[in-house]
């Protein structure tokens, strides 16, 4: 009933730029707190951005970056579509990783920095980037 799916991955030059889309279904997603987490071989999964459910469509919110993509990254959501979105840009080597979108409901304006707080999946779309 639950689908999560992400998109938009590819192989990019660095510095390139891609914009990733998670679309979701069966899921109360203008409830839910979102995340986008990446994970490369042998390395641990890591938070990279998270948006509460006020950052879609309404004032304030909250959103997160990782230290390493909070000057690349931009993580926006279209609650009347049910979908989330990760523009990147200046896309490095290590950049490179499965990325995942996920969801959980909090029941208030907030989105967790750690993937254990997750309920719902995707499958993750990857992301390679080029030296």
């Known amino acids: 009933q639950v689908q999560v799916v992400e998109s938009g991955g590819g192989l990019v030059q660095a510095g390139g730029s891609l914009r990733l889309s998670c679309t979701t279904s069966?899921?109360?997603?203008?409830?839910?707190?979102m995340g986008w987490f990446r994970q490369a071989p042998g390395k641990e999964r890591e938070g990279v951005s998270c948006?509460?459910?006020?950052?879609?469509?309404?004032?304030?919110?909250?959103?997160y970056y990782a230290d390493s993509v909070k000057d690349r990254f931009a993580v926006s959501r279209d609650n009347a579509k049910n979908t989330l979105y990760l523009q990147i840009d200046s896309l490095k080597p290590e950049d490179t990783a499965m990325y995942y979108c996920?969801?959980?409901?909090?029941?208030?304006?907030?989105?967790?920095?750690?993937?254990?707080?997750?309920?719902?999946w995707g499958q993750g779309t990857q992301v390679t980037v080029s030296s």
């Open positions: 069966g899921l109360n997603f203008d409830d839910y707190g």
């Open positions: 948006i509460s459910w006020r950052g879609g469509g309404r004032s304030g919110g909250r959103t």
């Open positions: 996920a969801g959980a409901y909090w029941g208030y304006d907030y989105c967790s920095r750690s993937g254990k707080d997750y309920i719902y």
